[in-house]
């Protein structure tokens, strides 16, 4: 061999060439070099030397990057689906490369071939996800995570006439494209590994229910001045002796909410979160999807579990789950199925709700969004928008309460004809205040605007702010 083959070829072995050939004399072939640059592959193959040879490999390029890497995922050996849709797919997106078997001569020279399967070309799957909104959504989560020092965050952005999910983004994030270091936190997709209690975000359909079950009417006065219940006391943020269905969605009143719980059977709000969606599979069949933790068996409750659950406590549910729900409140009531992959022919959705008061409730939701409302820093100027903000206290890894919080505002847009939901969580923020309506909200406003624009979804004005009777 001379010093020219030489060089190339102790450049083209990780380790020396003798060492490795004499280590691995019982197998039929070894790799020198693994995901060698391809000029080094060509400039050995130009050697033609005597029993080595090149496998060239496809390796995947995600040009959104860290914006789609958890729900895309990544894939290892021979492009072997490792996580998120990569590995869901896994045996759809994988190439055939065909067989060939070969007679060959002493020297190495091929005589016949014995057989030999073309091989296939891989399908191409076509995803819902729109990569401009995709790219968005999580620059603006990126931002508020990072802004207020939390510790994780998830966005969810779902079509609400057909079920796609347009984005879904998680942060911390990852490079796809050099992930050998990524840590688990990194590579974790919020949007439906985690599971949260959903505090407020519940509220619209708790008055749903009271709505369809005669409990209040739309100009019921309820009475909001704090109160006890099994010795816990129930009390707003801020003082209303009374407030209409409205009003408590503007408000975000728990003490509104518990009443209407109270009146109910202890099972009802469990049925009616239930057809939304919350506590069920999505379906999508993305690796580690949490069903978080739904309380379906439960046949005794006490008063202020009744109370607390009217108010998004002692149930989880993901982030893909709420956004869900609202999608099916914003399309009047029917339950689309999920999904990442976008859709040939429309999919006939379940009626889950009246959809006339499904429609009266998103009416109520666009009080929060007005002067006066939890939510008003997420108003989008021109566009009316159905939202409800939420916090709630976060669940430490001994079952308590440890301190922390979780932030959401979710909603559908444009409110006089819903087009899209969209679900924002900020997960533990440090930095600033705590409320859904001071750290999600932003976030919400922030990428549902560019949303609209990016669909083409003409401005449908906002109307005269709500004003909801109250007494003293």
Known sequence: MNKTKGCLIANFATVPLRRTIQDNSDKEFLFLKKKSPLSLSRAVSQLHLPGISQKYNENRYYPLGEASASLIGVTGAENRGLSGIEQSFNTVLRKDFGVKKIRKNARGGVISVIQYDAPETAPAIRLSIDSVLQYIVYSRLREGVEQHHAQSGAAVLVSVNTGEILAMASYPSFNPNRFSGATSAEMRNV?????????????????????????????????????????????????????????????????????????????????TYSSFGLGKPTGLGLPGESTGYFPFSRHRWADIERATFAFGYGLRVTPLQLARAYATLGACGVYHPLSVTRLSAPVYGEQVADPKLADAVIRMMESDVLPGGSGVRAAVPGYRLAIKTGTAEKLGAGGKYDGGHITYTAGVAPASRPEVALVVVINNPKAGQHFGGSVAAPVFGQIIGPVLTRLKIAPDALRAPVVHRQSG
């Open 191 to 271: 949007a439906i590994n985690d599971s949260f209690e959903p505090g407020s975000t519940v509220k619209p359909f708790v008055i749903l229910e009271g709505l369809r079950r005669h409990i209040i009417s739309s100009s019921t006065l309820l009475d909001t001045r704090p109160f006890r219940v099994d010795g816990h006391l129930i009390r707003d943020v801020g003082y209303w002796p009374a407030l209409t269905p409205t009003g408590i969605l503007q408000k975000s009143s728990d003490t509104g909410v518990s009443h209407i719980a109270l009146a109910m059977p202890s099972d009802a709000l469990v049925k």
